[in-house]
């Protein structure tokens, strides 16, 4: 467990600096430059998130379970995760949904988050997937209050709509029948 708490500090940690201490950020990267900030980011958001793995991975061999979700969330969680992919995939392909959903990227985390805290119950999704839904409505909340740059992508145009649609739920239909099984060693059809 102590190693999905580090990763958890750790990668989240590095995702609320902006939240936390924009000035800080700002300053830093006003006395360092951008790419020596990126580059740290993304080494203790890497290094956070294989622990974060690692963590999580180990926390499920002796699972410290604190409820038994009913067989209905299960089918709640497939169904919120359905505008998962499409809602990532909006975030850098500017159009509709993305302008609809504003922060595309943080609807689909919560999302996320949300369906795996119904359907399972353990200590270490709490802990998981609790963090990540309590980051992104701190990170929410943050973003509505300092409004930041806009988020590199494609060139806005009609057909990011449907793209997004069609390869979210393509996404969405490979880790429904495959991929969550082989990366995870669940299937979420149970």
Do not use: C
Not at 28 to 47: D, F, M, N, Q, T
Not at 74 to 94: E, G
Not at 152 to 178: K, Q, S, V, W
């Amino acid at each position: 467990m102590t190693l999905l708490l580090l990763g958890l500090i750790l990668f989240l940690g590095t995702h609320s600096v902006s939240i936390l201490a924009p000035a800080w950020r700002r300053g830093w990267i006003e006395r360092h430059g951008e790419k020596p900030w990126k580059g740290l980011y993304s080494v203790l958001s890497l290094a956070g998130f294989a622990l974060l793995i690692v963590g999580y991975g180990w926390a499920r061999q002796s699972p410290v379970v604190l409820w038994s979700p009913p067989l209905w969330s299960r089918h709640l969680a497939l169904l919120l995760m359905l505008p998962v992919f499409p809602l990532l995939l909006a975030a850098y392909l500017p159009g509709r949904i993305r302008a609809a959903a504003k922060h595309p990227m943080l609807v689909a985390v919560k999302l996320w988050a949300l369906a795996h805290l119904l359907a399972n119950g353990t200590l270490a999704d709490l802990l998981l997937f609790g963090g990540f839904l309590a980051w992104a409505v701190a990170d929410r909340i943050s973003v509505k209050r300092h409004p930041r740059g806009p988020v590199p992508g494609a060139p806005e145009r009609p057909a990011n709509d449907l793209i997004a649609l069609g390869a979210g739920l393509l996404l969405y239909a490979l880790f429904l029948t495959r991929a969550h099984a082989w990366l995870f060693g669940v299937s979420p059809l149970g």
